[in-house]
């Protein structure tokens, strides 16, 4: 959802797919071969060796978290789109029908 949001339009949205399935499989078949390294050089230091995968995997992933807080931007969001006006919309639909709504893009009722 966030790839799609992110594509400034159409045309290069299957670029944009194509690059993060691409990047997503190298971090797949890359990923095993550099934790079991770590894996095993954790085990030649001591002491406390095994604490030396962990933290570093635990840095990746304060540095990935720090990274998406500067996720911003206008264009992330449907034109139109405020948390404020969903709930509302919802509320009245709910009335509407009795307590069942409608999806828009699919018609699907949900109770």
Known sequence: MQIT?????????????????????????????VSGSLFTAAT???????VLPFGIFAGISLIGFLLSI????????????????EDDDEDEDEEADGGQSTNERTGLIRK
Do not use: M
């Open 5 to 33: 949001n992110s594509a400034p339009n159409h045309n290069v949205l299957g670029t944009l797919n194509g690059l993060a399935q691409t990047l997503s499989a190298a971090g797949r078949a890359a990923g095993p071969f």
């Open 44 to 50: 030649k230091i001591q002491p406390k060796g095994e």
């Open 70 to 85: 500067g996720i911003r931007g206008e264009g992330l969001e449907a034109e139109g789109w405020s948390d404020e006006e």
